[in-house]
């Protein structure tokens, strides 16, 4: 997409636009997004206040007061993106099959050692089914209180694939050295 100026792409009764490096959607009917359901709209500062919030209070009982901001502020709204963004990935690639889901915002509480019970970031990914799901590439997306990232790897590829990776780029590393030229964000 062109970064510089505003860009439009029509999707399944809604807009992509994108200003700069960030996009949001535009609803055009008034179901909202795929099935119905509400299209995403942007996070707002109640979504950074109730995140650093968190990072600054993280038990369970400032948690419990604030669970309808954490679903109204946060968790809503990424549902709402990580639906729009897959009904643009299936209606342009469906032969992908590809499935999407938001994390959980509880930790898990055998790997907790010292940290609280709730991460402080929320992600979507969007992947295809299998059952080695750590040896299989996702895309992502990741807000966290004082940033966001998103990208395509692997959680723990297998030495095959990694060895093919490094096959192809030293065969051709024309494509690798062209993003690294790309301008990237620290």
Request: hydrophobic share 30%.
């Amino acid at each position: 997409m062109n970064r510089g100026k505003n860009t439009y792409r029509q999707n399944r009764g809604a807009a992509l636009v994108c200003r700069g490096a960030g996009c949001y959607t535009k609803e055009k009917s008034r179901l909202g997004g795929a099935g119905g359901k509400s299209m995403f709209t942007g996070f707002t500062q109640e979504t950074v206040d109730f995140m650093w919030g968190l990072r600054f209070n993280n038990e369970k009982s400032w948690f419990e007061a604030h669970r309808e901001e954490f679903q109204r502020s946060l968790n809503e709204p990424m549902k709402a993106l990580c639906d729009d963004i897959f009904a643009a990935l299936d209606g342009e690639y469906p032969e992908l099959g590809l499935r999407h889901k938001v994390s959980r915002i509880y930790r898990d509480a055998r790997r907790l050692h010292g940290a609280g019970p709730y991460r402080d970031h929320l992600w979507c990914s969007f992947e295809q089914p299998t059952e080695e799901f750590a040896a299989t590439p996702v895309f992502w997306f990741e807000l966290s209180p004082d940033s966001w990232s998103y990208g395509m790897g692997y959680y723990c590829a297998k030495a095959v694939t990694m060895a093919k990776h490094r096959t192809r780029i030293d065969r051709d590393p024309k494509p690798l050295k062209k993003l690294q030229k790309l301008p990237h964000r620290n």
